[in-house]
C-alpha cells in the first residue's frame, strides 16, 4: 500500500521563473502564474503548505485583454464612506495601474488566506524588461497565449 507523502516547510526548494508578458492574455498569463506561486505544478504540491516559487513578470504594459473587455470591464473599491466608490475602466488601469492591474488579476486567483498572503508575495512585476533579480538566476517560463 502507497503512503501519501506530505511536503514539510523545510524540504521545500524554490526556484525563480520570469515571464514576459508582451502579447500575451492577461487571464491566460494570470492562471499560469497563480499555479506556480501556489506550487501546483510540482508533484509535491501539498495544499496547506506554501511550496511555491516565485515569479516575475516583465514587460506588463504589453500585456492585451480578448474582446470587448478593454471598455466594458471595470474595477472597483470603495473607501467605506459614502459616495466612496472608485471605478476605473479596464482600459485607465492598463495605462495608468499596469502593476496594480496585473497583480489584481493575479492576486484573485490565490487564496485569500494567510497562506495566500505569504504567496502573493512571491510576485513581481515590472512595467519594462529590466528587473532587478539578475542575482536569484531566473529561468525563463514560456506560457501559451
Same mark, same amino acid.
Given at each position: 500500500?502507497?503512503?501519501?507523502?506530505?511536503?514539510?516547510?523545510?524540504?521545500?526548494?524554490?526556484?525563480?521563473? *520570469?515571464?514576459?508578458?508582451?502579447?500575451?492574455?492577461?487571464?491566460?498569463?494570470?492562471?499560469? *502564474?497563480?499555479?506556480?506561486?501556489?506550487?501546483?505544478?510540482?508533484?509535491?504540491?501539498?495544499?496547506? #503548505?506554501?511550496?511555491?516559487?516565485?515569479?516575475? #513578470?516583465?514587460?506588463?504594459?504589453?500585456?492585451? *485583454?480578448?474582446?470587448?473587455?478593454?471598455?466594458?470591464?471595470?474595477?472597483?473599491? &470603495?473607501? &467605506?464612506?459614502?459616495?466612496?466608490?472608485?471605478?476605473?475602466?479596464?482600459?485607465?488601469?492598463?495605462?495608468?495601474?499596469?502593476?496594480?492591474?496585473?497583480?489584481?488579476?493575479?492576486?484573485?486567483?490565490?487564496?485569500?488566506?494567510?497562506?495566500?498572503?505569504?504567496?502573493?508575495?512571491?510576485?513581481? *512585476?515590472?512595467?519594462?524588461?529590466? &528587473?532587478?533579480?539578475?542575482?536569484?538566476?531566473?529561468?525563463?517560463?514560456?506560457?501559451?497565449?
Amino acid at each position: 500500500m502507497r503512503q501519501t507523502t506530505m511536503t514539510k516547510p523545510a524540504d521545500v526548494v524554490r526556484q525563480w521563473y *520570469v515571464v514576459d508578458g508582451t502579447d500575451k492574455t492577461l487571464g491566460r498569463l494570470a492562471s499560469e *502564474v497563480a499555479t506556480v506561486l501556489r506550487g501546483k505544478h510540482k508533484p509535491t504540491y501539498t495544499p496547506n #503548505v506554501d511550496g511555491g516559487d516565485y515569479v516575475i #513578470v516583465i514587460n506588463a504594459d504589453k500585456i492585451k *485583454v480578448s474582446g470587448d473587455q478593454e471598455f466594458k470591464k471595470f474595477y472597483y473599491n &470603495h473607501s &467605506h464612506y459614502p459616495g466612496g466608490m472608485r471605478t476605473r475602466s479596464t482600459r485607465v488601469m492598463r495605462e495608468a495601474y499596469t502593476v496594480e492591474w496585473v497583480e489584481r488579476a493575479i492576486h484573485g486567483m490565490l487564496p485569500h488566506t494567510s497562506l495566500g498572503d505569504v504567496q502573493r508575495k512571491h510576485l513581481f *512585476v515590472y512595467k519594462g524588461e529590466n &528587473h532587478p533579480h539578475a542575482a536569484q538566476q531566473p529561468v525563463e517560463m514560456v506560457i501559451k497565449g
